[in-house]
């Protein structure tokens, strides 16, 4: 057979491609970063950009990266850090974001997703047992796949189950002589609940094992400053690897790692997908440091963004809508219905309302369930949380009235 031949099955999401491409999946949002944006000539309240603080389009952040583009252009430093990509400003933006993360040291990575892959295949070796949360992100089910020693998983934030994987993982270190790596989120992207990192450190009492957090939602969201979930709960020094994105707080790309010494150091010279790759371009190190300064030194921007995020989970509930356990700015509207229902109301509110979020179904979440995702951010008003709302709700008693399931949308017709 020839090897191009299994393309012909799409896998689970490419299957909706002909109905889906443009419209539901890899759809245009045009326009300035923001709240409003226009989607196929229309305008749009857009509800599904990871801008959380609102830096995207922030003046200082595009001043800062046009000025380090102009300077630096866009190949500088060329090379790897280790061979000849390495700058004082790279290294001066390890140093903020340890201070910033109350860590010893911190090290850039210039993808989030091949970072966190990196940093779990270089933490272990075949000897070690890694244990992780059941909705970890793909990026993590990717780094544990490169483990070639075993690795358990719990239930998502089962505290009982996770107890019963640490026994069976600390039989087998007794016998291989290796560690443990627990792994989780700090905030979980889909749903907004948090990492049972309190519990999780509670365990610590009980068993030896070093925890490795993803907290690429808390970033800039989470804790008092904004240092993250590990911050918010108040158990910084026990995440022993903390791992933050620029994606999403930070509207940059690449990411961090930080620790301690010891282990930065051992990074440094083991993460594969920094020691193999082009270090992280000059206007990305800059502007980041510009995005940073802009978080510590101005809380009203966090301070606005959770404004919007509890009049709109408030608002929600109070609605009789259902949005889970989320305890982030992360806020998911649950539904019932299938994949039909789903198109019909992400139609409906885009077309009639003017409203553009992320909708998930299977298999992403159990069949018959429609999750709607929501991302408030700093840039959004009362208005539009107040709009949203309302429009939710004559969503939700079209829904309950049977009426999405009477007519179905010709997609063609949409494209
Ligand atoms: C939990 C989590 N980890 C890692 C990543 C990857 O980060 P990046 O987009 O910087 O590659 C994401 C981004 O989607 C994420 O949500």
Known sequence: MDLFEKFKNMGPLGKYNREAFGYFMFPKLEGELGPRMSFMGKDMLVWSINNYLGLGNHPEVRKADAEAAEKWGLAYPMGARMMSGHTKYHEELEREL???????????LNYGYQGMVSIIESLVSRRDVIVYDSEAHACIIDGCRLHFGKRFVYPHNDMVNL?????????ITDQTGGGILVITEGVYG????????????????????????????????MGKTGAGTSEHLGVMDE???????????????GGFVASKNEVIEFLRYNLR????????????????????ELIRT??????????????????????????????????PVILEGGIPEATQITYDLR????????????????????????????????DDVNYTIKAFSEVKHKLDAGEYSKEMIDAQKIM
């Open 98 to 108: 340890a201070d910033y993360e109350k860590k010893e040291a911190a090290y850039l």
């Open 298 to 331: 101005h809380p009203e921007l966090k301070n606005n963004l959770w404004k919007i995020v509890n009049a709109l989970q408030e608002g929600l509930r109070n609605n009789g809508f259902n949005i889970g356990k989320t305890e982030s700015p992360v806020t």
């Open 163 to 171: 107890d019963k994987e640490l026994e069976r993982a600390t039989k």
């Open 273 to 292: 997908s920094q020691i193999f790759a082009k270090s992280l371009p000059m206007p990305m190190v800059i502007g980041a440091l510009k995005r940073l």
């Open 190 to 221: 889909m749903s907004g609940d948090l990492g049972n990192l309190r519990d999780i450190v509670a365990l610590k009492e009980k068993y030896n094992f070093r925890l490795l957090v993803d907290d690429a939602h808390g970033f800039g969201t």
């Open 239 to 253: 995440v022993d690897v903390y791992f933050g994105t620029f994606a999403k707080s930070m509207a940059g790309i």
């Open 351 to 382: 077309e009639n309302y003017g409203i553009f979020c992320s909708i998930v179904t299977y298999p992403v979440v159990p069949k018959g369930v429609i999750l709607l995702r929501l991302i408030p951010t700093s840039n959004h008003s009362i």
